[in-house]
């Protein structure tokens, strides 16, 4: 048996009923086997693909808070530590009711090779509650907040691990996870990223994970002799990604039609109104009836149904698993070229496969979602140097960060005699960097 299929058994067997766990990491080795077996006897004498797919810490707490009628309730908190070795922990919380052990696992494991990819200093980790912000006041959203970093606040630091947002932690959420950081130890210092403008929050950081999609999507175009001006383009979600990622490719000349909420999604055949979507998500955080309610050409239908829009681009950013099987025969037929991630493994190993061998190009999120860290990162330096760098400075420095990362994706598929399977480039190159950095450090 080869090294890389007992790595996988190990893993099924360790961490039972860990579905999406289990899927992040055979995603990855299968596209490592090649690499693998240059020095598959070396590896496996050092445990290196074992340490890689298991957590250096793993931290599970309860978090009881009150709501506004006084009735308290308990959740259950996460923060799990994957890899340090080329940096500190980085990497979201998310707060939303799906939320367990095995999701925080893979998003954490992904986040590893995310963070490598930027080229930037940071390690991988992830962390979060199954908490429901949604319909909750916000002195009940505080309440919450204040109980859980009333226990984070001992695993994390500015050169130890730094959260930042993440689906259903955004500003507001920051906010209060920061004021209680800093209450707790009275120390003001970069331990959160995405925080607000006034308190060492970085522009563009909101835009970044959008935005950076975009430009990654835009450079794999253009190395295929595809212009994305004139392109129409489906995305799903409603929340930052998706929002920013609209903007940024009505920007390049794009026509967005459709976004998506957990109730429905939305078919604008004249564009999505980016201000009017804001409004309706950001503002008074409503469904999206209410973005028909305000554009009358636009059509809400209930439930899934968003990859059944004929387009060329795909840009599924919403959550896990969101684009099967049969969405991407769909697509296929109806003539998509391109399916592009914004959010995290949103789409199923049996898509991507189709999507592979169909000949239709395919980022992974792991490379294309890697904006948002990367601004995070870039807020980490601002907050260490105590400067704050103009918008543009940020959009400049993250547009080459992702450019970047195509041109390491797309050399590293080359390099293996894979071109154009930008899932292996992206696992390769990611690879590279941090088995370089834990053989240095030695078997820790």
Known sequence: MSYVDEVLEMVIAKNPAQPEFHQAVKEVLDSLRVVIGENEEEYRKEALLERLVTPERQILFRVPWVDDNGQAHVNNGYRIQFNSAIGPYKGGLRFHPSVNVSIIKFLGFEQCFKNSLTGLPIGGGKGGADFDPKGKSDR???????????????????????PAGDIGVGGREIGYLYG???????????????????????????????????????????????????????????????????????????NVVTCTDSTGWIYDPDGIDVATLKDVKEVRRARLTEYKNARPNAVYHEGKGVWTTKCDIAMPCATQNELGIEDAKTLKANGCIAVCEGANMPTTLEATKFILENGMLFTPGKASNAGGVATSALEMSQNSERLSWTFDEVDEKLHGIMVNIFKNIDAASKKYNMPGNYVAGANIAGFLKIRDAMQAQGIV
């Open 180 to 254: 209680e950081y800093k209450r707790i130890t009275g120390l003001y210092e970069g331990v959160l990223t995405g925080k607000g403008l006034s308190f060492g929050g970085s522009l563009a950081r909101t835009e970044a994970t959008g935005y950076g999609l975009v430009y990654l999507t835009d450079e794999m175009l253009k190395s295929n002799g595809i212009d994305i001006k004139g392109k129409t383009i489906a995305v799903s979600g409603a929340g930052n990604v998706a929002t920013y990622a609209i903007q940024k490719a009505q920007q390049l000349g794009a």
């Open 140 to 162: 009940e959203v505080m309440a919450f907040c204040q109980s859980f970093m009333n226990e984070l606040y001992r695993h994390i630091g500015a050169d130890t691990d730094v």
